[in-house]
């Protein structure tokens, strides 16, 4: 069994011996889709003198900055999982001995980013500067892709209603990125990302299935949403334009042999409405942003192991063995680590647009 060593910075220091002593269970979950989160049971009990340790008012107020990282093996450096608050504290009083415990839970940047609803003009800026600018906002790192102007002055102005993650997540929508948040792996400084994500490239690990020593992955569940996928048309109109509209019957790029909107009849139609953008480039991007993320019809999900290295949503993963419309390239969605004194386990969820695989990985089998 591979051995994993927690650590654990509350406001930038290492948290104090006797919190690291009493962790009972670890759970991180970080995701494309919504706030990362942490859930920390640790173990107390009521002391000769009458105190329970651990319930101390200060420790994990609400606000306070913690980073979560493991040390696996035998690399000497941790891999941070996790950079946010603490949000929530709950204490469970058992009967016997050994049965209490405090649970303390926490948010990454992106539930702060929510807290707030806000009317603001964002006058002249393409959506990337936008993302950099709401992200320094929250003293995150920003990794973000260029985008292009949507709205210029006199023709309009993009208007931020609601909070900074819901406002970041439109754009992103219409870009074809994804927002989140997540640690550096180094350092455990939070980086806010506003780009695309892609099961093309190079795999951060190849998870065999029913392979016997050599399997990668366990309890793996695949699932198809045959009648997900779907084309869509997109047209708008203001003052200063005739009409402008935009269709798209295909994913930008497919990570197996045959796309899941290939043999649908009749072909699915979707009508993009509400967009705020009048020209027809951005409408097709837009457009095209709601194709891939509708392919996205193929699930899996799997358990492994501290033998492979932790696995971060947006990361690039295979299958091989999986069967041939199964096998081959994934994208990375979720993740949900659980540590405990005794094991380290990832469960995660995975995503693809496509049956079959394609290359030479593909016609070997892999």
């Not at 319930?55 to 996790?82: K, M, N, W, Y």
């Not at 702060?112 to 936008?130: E, G, S, Y």
């Not at 993320?293 to 799997?302: D, N």
């Amino acid at each position: 069994m591979t051995a994993v060593t927690v650590v654990l910075l509350v406001d930038n220091a290492p948290a104090p011996g006797e919190v690291l002593d009493a962790l009972q269970e670890l759970v991180v979950e970080t995701t494309l889709d919504a706030p990362g989160t942490f859930r920390l049971r640790l173990g107390t009990g009521l002391s000769p003198r009458g105190e329970w340790p651990l319930l101390e008012a200060d420790r994990f107020s609400a606000g306070q900055s913690v980073r979560i990282g493991a040390v696996i093996g035998t690399v000497p450096l941790p891999v941070f999982l996790f950079a946010g608050y603490a949000a929530t504290r709950s204490v469970v009083y058992g009967e016997n001995a050994g049965d209490s415990s405090v649970e303390v839970g926490g948010l990454d940047a992106t539930g702060l980013m929510n807290l707030q609803d806000r009317t603001q003009a964002w006058p002249n800026l393409p959506d990337a500067v936008i993302a950099a600018q709401i992200f320094a906002g929250y003293k995150l790192v920003p990794q973000v892709s260029p985008t292009g102007p949507v709205l210029i002055e006199p023709e309009g102005t993009t208007v931020q209603r609601g909070s900074d993650i819901r406002f970041l997540r439109r754009l992103a929508r219409r870009n074809g990125f994804e927002v989140f948040t997540l640690p550096q792996a180094n350092t455990g400084i939070e980086v806010g990302h506003f780009h695309q994500v892609s099961a093309e490239g190079l795999p951060v690990a190849t998870l065999a299935v029913r392979a016997g020593s050599a399997s990668g992955v366990t309890d793996l569940r695949i699932g198809h949403d045959m009648l997900r996928a779907t084309t869509v048309t997109a047209d708008a109109m203001d003052l200063r334009h005739s009409g402008q509209s935009a269709e798209v019957t295909a994913v930008s790029s497919t990570t197996g042999g045959t796309s899941v909107l290939s043999g649908l009849s009749p072909t699915p139609v979707t009508r993009l409405t509400g967009t705020a953008l009048t020209g027809a480039g951005d409408l097709r991007t837009a457009a095209q942003a709601l194709v891939d993320r509708a392919a996205l019809a193929i699930v899996a999900e799997g358990t492994v192991d501290a033998s492979v290295g932790p696995l971060r949503p947006g990361d690039p993963i295979r299958l091989a063995g999986a069967g041939p419309a199964y096998s081959g390239p994934w994208l990375v969605r979720k993740v949900v680590h659980r540590i405990t004194p005794r094991a380290y386990s990832q469960r995660f969820t995975a995503v693809r647009n496509a049956v079959g695989d394609s290359g030479l990985l593909g016609a070997l089998g892999g």
